[in-house]
């Protein structure tokens, strides 16, 4: 495998996922602890291409997904999303497909934390909706809007804003050394 390429496809894994202040999209719904091995199944994490990833994303519990998701679509899930192993693969395989962002009523800590590090958007909210509904999130708001019901969350702070749309925390810290560098 090329090095440079096999670099870019770790370091560049969040660049696409540039979120606005808000998104709309279509619903995919999940239910409780869905866990990292239903993401991704294991025997796909030969690979960190999220593309890759993505092909494969929830194929053992929801045939078909990975073909029927669109760019832009949101999951919309219970509580514990992200539980079980600490990979990176799950978040990267959501980014794969296209997902925009991921609203939980919870998360396991390490899937939010691996998420953000990504840049994947992920919101804490208990939200009633359906498969196919559509969902309006505003970031800077802190508001979940599905079939006219709204639903409030804590608003992303414009730090947590930034690093999403910088592509996670590798690329923004790339970024920030790049401008100090500059400066020297």
């Known amino acids: 495998m090329n090095c440079d390429r096999c670099k870019k496809k770790f370091t560049d894994i ?3 996922m540039k979120i606005q202040k808000k998104i709309r999209g279509r619903v995919w719904k999940f239910g409780d602890d ?7 199944p294991a025997q796909y994490l030969v690979t960190g291409d999220p593309k890759e990833l993505g092909e494969h994303a929830f194929e053992n519990v929801r045939p078909g997904f990975a073909r029927k998701v669109k760019e832009g679509d949101v999951i919309v899930a219970g509580k514990n999303f992200g539980c079980g ?6 978040p990267r395989a959501l980014i794969g497909t296209g997902i925009s962002c991921v609203i939980a009523k919870s998360f396991a800590r390490i899937f939010y934390r691996n998420s953000i590090n ?4 992920v919101v804490e909210c208990d939200v009633e909706a359906e498969d196919g509904d559509e969902v309006e999130v505003d970031f ?3 508001i979940v809007e ?3 019901k709204r639903y409030s969350f804590p608003s992303l702070p414009s730090f947590l804003l930034n690093l999403i749309n910088s592509g996670g925390l ?3 810290v790339k970024s920030k050394l790049s401008k100090l560098e500059k400066r020297c």
Do not use: F, M
């Open 14 to 16: 969040g660049k696409k």
């Open 34 to 40: 869905v866990d990292t091995d239903q993401i991704i």
């Open 85 to 90: 192993s600490s990979r990176e693969h799950a």
């Open 118 to 121: 990504i840049g994947l958007p």
């Open 140 to 142: 800077e708001k802190g």
């Open 146 to 148: 599905v079939n006219g």
């Open 170 to 172: 590798v690329s923004y």
